[in-house]
């Protein structure tokens, strides 16, 4: 999907919300323990229920891994359920040297068609070129994280006095455009979100952090967007675990268009 197209649905639906698909057996509601695919059964309803709302998904790849060859049966399932008009992230935050990289590439944009994936940038160029190399694949790359680790190295000077996360947000501008490469800014960075979007203007943020985690939308948006919106606003346990019982899908439903709501007003006054 092109930035054209992402802009587009933003405008159409009046939304820019991810839903995170972080689906755990151990949270999800027990009656749904008793079906051939419980994840499956999870995600396949809460995305009936928030499709109206969200413009992306992103199921968090360690949820699905950490289940064997059956999770990623599930993923594989989910992925072919989301409407091909809705932004698919793997959040898989992975990168390594070249020729590996290449292959995690393959992984995600060939054997599984998703739209995007989420790469660490430790490990410099040649870990997240390969990824670029996909045509109309995006590449989200870390920024400054919404996680208390982001601390420890990520707002560090380096040569110059320059935070690491602006050398990785002007370094990779040299790897990527704005029509494949994103950001991760977490949304419990409040005003920093402007410093980030002062060294990447046109560039689209993955904005983590809003509901569990306690980011504020409204500063996300005054911060953050830019004349294509720029954000994609996720929010995970917030909507898909609104409810542990069997209302889940409803009330997921509930709490993505109450989103979508406050979304529409952010852009008109900020888009
Ligand atoms: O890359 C991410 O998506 C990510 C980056 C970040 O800085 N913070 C962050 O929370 N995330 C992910 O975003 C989701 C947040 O989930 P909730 O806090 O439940 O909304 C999880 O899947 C995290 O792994």
Known sequence: MDKKTLFGNIQRKASFLCVGLDTDLAKIPSHLLKEADPIFAFNREIIDKTADFAVAYKPNIAFYEALGPKGWESLQ???????????????????????????????????????????????GKDSVSPFLEFKDK????????????????????????????QQVLEKSQQWGTDDNLMYVVGATRGEKIAEVRKYAPDHFFLVPGV???GGSLEEVAKYGMNKSCGLLVNSS??????????????????????LQQEMAKLLEQYC
């Open 77 to 123: 399932k989910t992925l072919e359920y989301i409407p091909k008009d809705i932004f698919t992230i793997a959040d898989a935050k992975r990168g390594d040297i070249g020729n590996t990289s290449k292959l995690y590439a393959k992984a995600f944009f060939e054997q599984m068609d998703f739209d995007s994936i989420t790469v660490a940038p430790y490990m």
């Open 138 to 165: 995006w590449v989200i790359l870390l920024a400054l994280t919404s996680n208390e680790g982001s601390k420890d190295f990520q707002v560090l000077g380096t040569e110059g006095g320059k935070p690491l996360f």
């Open 237 to 258: 346990r917030g909507i898909i675990y609104a409810s542990e019982d069997k209302d889940f899908g409803d009330r997921a439903r509930v709490e993505a268009e109450k």
């Open 211 to 213: 509901g569990a985690q």
